[in-house]
């Protein structure tokens, strides 16, 4: 069973349930965003001193303080090499480099992370705008934003600061 929190109450849903093996829809973010996110595989949990000590002052900045990084500051943008992309902070697989596609934007971007429950939604409502931000569901680390302008099937746009990321090796 995958529990999912619904921020009042836990839901169970079967493994084999068909709404975990679809495609993630932007309905879907919308309502995971509003109602509540999978409770993750694990918890990864730290003090502002330990991840300070753990991560640079730009990596801390847009991990633990919701920065973003300059547009087209990273290579990682123009990289698509086969491999999969985990938290910088907790080494959680996240996206899969067969999913990373150019939108241009300045950022890495996903149409799908690896897996249910690895992402987690929020509301993000600011500088006067409507979006929804993305954090890594095991550590709480800010990883962007998603947005609705994505290829297909999907059409989610998961604009992730590279900074948040790391490539997996192996």
């Given amino acids: 069973m995958m529990q999912y929190e619904d921020r009042s ?3 169970d849903r079967a493994e084999g349930d068909s709404s975990s093996a679809e495609i993630l829809q932007w309905d879907d973010v919308v309502r995971l965003a509003r109602h509540g996110n999978p409770l993750p595989p694990r918890r ?3 003090t502002e001193a330990q991840w300070r000590a753990l991560l640079t002052d730009e990596q801390f900045r847009v991990t ?4 973003t990084e300059r547009a087209h500051s990273s290579d990682m943008c123009r990289l698509f090499d086969p491999g999969q ?4 902070c907790c080494d959680t697989v996240l996206f899969d480099a067969a999913r990373k596609y150019q939108s241009h934007s300045g950022w890495p971007s996903f149409t799908q992370p690896v897996a249910p429950g690895v992402v987690a939604y929020h509301r993000d409502g600011s500088y006067d705008m409507n979006r929804i931000e993305t954090t890594c569901n095991v550590c709480d680390a800010h990883l962007g934003h ?4 994505g290829p297909e099937p999907s059409g989610l746009r998961f604009c992730i600061n590279a900074l ?3 490539k997996a090796k192996g």
Wanted: hydrophobic share 35%.
């Fill in 9 to 11: 109450k836990t839901v």
């Fill in 44 to 46: 990864v949990e730290k």
């Fill in 64 to 67: 633990r303080l919701k920065g």
């Fill in 85 to 88: 992309y985990q938290c910088l």
């Fill in 146 to 149: 998603v947005f609705p302008d």
């Fill in 164 to 166: 948040s990321l790391r």
